[in-house]
């Protein structure tokens, strides 16, 4: 009978930690797709009205770059100083996809053509929580800093962080995308 006992608890014991193996690899498994389906959300955020329309003309507005240079939409000309079109990048500082599009968006806008002019960078937040994001785009980018209802935010209608918008010289959107990925993707069709 103590053989039978013991069999039994060694039977329980090897069950047990085989459950625990495979709940720990159904846990790895779910960890890797997480990036993926937060990512898979994003492919869906023109469908729920969280990007601006290619063609829409953006609202008129006036802001403050961190150098002390005013930019307006009242002359789209004076936007950017080189031809094509500009690159408006939004982020937030309490916004984790942010920091995770950052690097991406660094790289991105250094391929640009017409350098710091063409690529503009809206950070929304307390100002005593932006440095890390100005100090990464300011090398390739003029910077605004305004809080979330601030003037490019409301002109762009940002719902939602981080958003890429390419900006035509005329003040209409071209394209728009919540990931760098997708917006290279997009703009490479728009320029088809």
Known sequence: ?????????????????????LMLAVLRRLREYDDTWAHAGMDNLAERGLLPEPGTRIAEFTAKTLDGAEITLRDPAGLSGAE?????????????????????????AATVPGGREQNLVVVSGPADEVADVVEAVSPMARVVVEPEEGPLTTAFSVRRWPLFVLL????????????VAALARSQQA???
């Open 84 to 108: 094509g079109p500009l690159l408006v990048g939004f982020f937030s500082t309490g916004c984790p996809a942010c920091h995770e599009e950052l690097p991406r968006f660094v790289e991105y």
């Open 190 to 192: 728009v320029s088809v």
């Open 168 to 179: 035509g010289q005329d003040g209409t959107v071209q394209t728009g995308a919540g990931g």
């Open 1 to 21: 009978m103590d053989a039978v006992l013991i069999a039994a608890v060694v039977v329980v014991g090897v069950l047990g930690g085989l459950n625990l193996l």
